[in-house]
């Protein structure tokens, strides 16, 4: 660490990090107690379900992603404190004593919280991506040592352009408007119909330095193909290795996935902090933003994404699937639409019917509505293909010592994609599923029965079909 530009710049500093305890919060927050000699890390952590800050902070940190770091340094507890509070509200939601010593105390700020639900209502999306950033905003300005704020974003957070810069974006409505819209006059109807193609004016011009990406599982630190997210491709294996999604839409097999390693893209943004600090002293005037993307440099598709994780499907069955795991991408036409209503829809009804007779609740009806409505919403980003600038991104890699480059890897170029989804389905069978691998033999002697009654049942209606014709 001696050697290392950042490990220095992180030296004795005080980390505040928001959405602490969402899936780049904790991975962010395990990288720099392990890798750098951060004095604090705060966690801003609002109740939820019950449980305060300290027990969602201890929740997180039992989780196996800081078994390394619990080996390493045993006593690493002592440099992480939780901080009960909440972005949507002013102050953040802080006791006086705790906005006190954050004011005096904290060196480097990551806004990671955020709502990333595709349907959430308007209003709270707003509440929460907008009126939180300009809440923290408005609080960190009062920290007196502050020398970085990064916000994290995702890659498409101009999605209704082609071609997206690492540039800040003028758009038709500013967030006052946005705001005078939504929480003040505007009808739930006006508000639809202005935000009806997917938000297309709903941005924020917030000025802060951003690092944009879509993230997947762990590629190699502190462990493999870790994961506790259900966001994004996730579901979509989840899902399918259950047996739940048969059919799934993309426009064609060469619409890039652009996906990249969470803890890759945490590297990134520990490094993008450093980054802002030494360009800070260049300039004042300039606020980067740095589009972490895998399309310019080492491009995977949704159809190898899909095709190399279904491979698994049948090497790492999963116990409590529902049924033999068949998928198929394919674009979203009438053949799509007529083959989700055959494999998805029409099953559930008649499970649901017997259930019901049967005086049980029907469950899978529901559940392939949010699956319908999930699938329309993710379309939007399997239906083309953008093209991003990352000059920024490279630019950083490329002034790292190797030292640097060694202990905070983000060269996308490296990963190697086969290995890696060839390994991400047997990731989320740990770590999501919860499915240890112990109950593999079981879950294969399932997956072989199911594999034989899906095979009479396709037969079956294909003589059927064949004698009734005749």
Not at 387 to 414: C, G, R
Not at 415 to 426: A, D, F, Q
Request: charged share 20%; net charge positive; proline share 4%.
């Amino acid at each position: 660490m001696e050697n290392s530009q950042i490990c220095q710049f992180y030296n004795n500093q005080k980390v505040f990090i928001t959405g602490a305890t969402g899936f780049m919060g904790t991975v962010l927050a395990e990288k720099l107690l392990r890798s750098t000699n951060v004095a604090k890390i705060y966690l801003l952590i609002r109740s939820k379900k019950g449980k305060d800050a300290n027990t969602r902070m201890d929740i997180m940190l039992d989780n196996v992603l800081f078994t390394k770091l619990r080996k390493e340094n045993p006593n690493f507890k002592n440099r992480i404190i939780a901080v009960a509070g909440d972005c949507t509200l002013s102050d953040l939601g802080l006791s006086v004593g705790d906005r006190e010593q954050l004011i005096v105390d904290v060196n480097i700020v990551f806004h990671a919280a955020a709502s990333v639900y595709f349907h959430e209502n308007i209003k709270q999306a707003y509440i929460n991506n907008v009126q939180g950033t300009a809440n923290l905003l408005t609080f960190c300005k009062q920290m007196r040592h502050l020398k970085s704020f990064v916000h994290l974003s995702t890659a498409f957070s101009n999605s209704p352009l082609d071609k997206v810069d690492e540039v800040f974006y003028d758009y038709s409505i500013n967030y006052q408007q946005i705001e005078e819209m939504i929480l003040k006059e505007t009808s739930p109807k006006e508000v639809d119909r202005l935000t009806e193609r997917y938000n297309i004016d709903f941005h924020v011009k917030t000025m802060t330095p951003q690092i944009r990406f879509p993230v997947t599982s762990t590629y190699k630190e502190p462990i493999e193909y870790w994961t506790n997210s259900l966001g994004g491709p996730a579901s979509v294996i989840a899902s399918a290795s259950l047996g739940l999604i048969r059919v799934f839409p993309c426009e064609n097999s060469q619409i890039f996935a652009e996906l990249v390693p969470v803890d890759m893209a945490v590297a990134a943004l520990i490094a993008t902090a450093w980054d802002i600090n030494n360009r800070y002293e260049i300039s004042r005037n300039e606020i980067p933003i740095y589009n972490y993307i895998s399309s310019n440099d080492n491009s995977v598709t949704w159809y190898e994404f899909a095709e190399l994780n279904k491979l698994q499907f049948l090497n790492y069955p999963l116990k409590n699937a529902m049924w033999v795991p068949k998928f198929r991408i394919m674009s979203n036409s009438m053949e799509y639409k007529l083959l989700f209503l055959i494999f998805h829809y029409f099953p559930a009804v008649v499970a649901d019917f017997f259930r019901m007779i049967n005086f049980k609740k029907p469950y899978l009806v529901p559940i392939y509505r949010k699956i319908n409505n999930s699938n329309n919403a993710f379309w939007f980003f399997t239906s083309k293909n953008w093209k991003f600038s990352n000059d920024n991104i490279k630019e950083m890699w490329n002034e790292l010592s190797e030292v640097d480059k060694e202990l905070f890897p983000f060269d996308i170029s490296a990963v190697n994609w086969l290995k890696y989804l060839r390994n991400y389905h047997k990731g989320l069978r740990l770590y999501v599923h919860k499915d240890p691998l112990d109950s593999l033999h079981k879950a294969k002697i399932r997956a072989t029965r199911f594999e034989i009654l899906h095979k009479v049942m396709v037969y079956a209606i294909y003589f059927i079909g064949i004698k009734n014709i005749l």
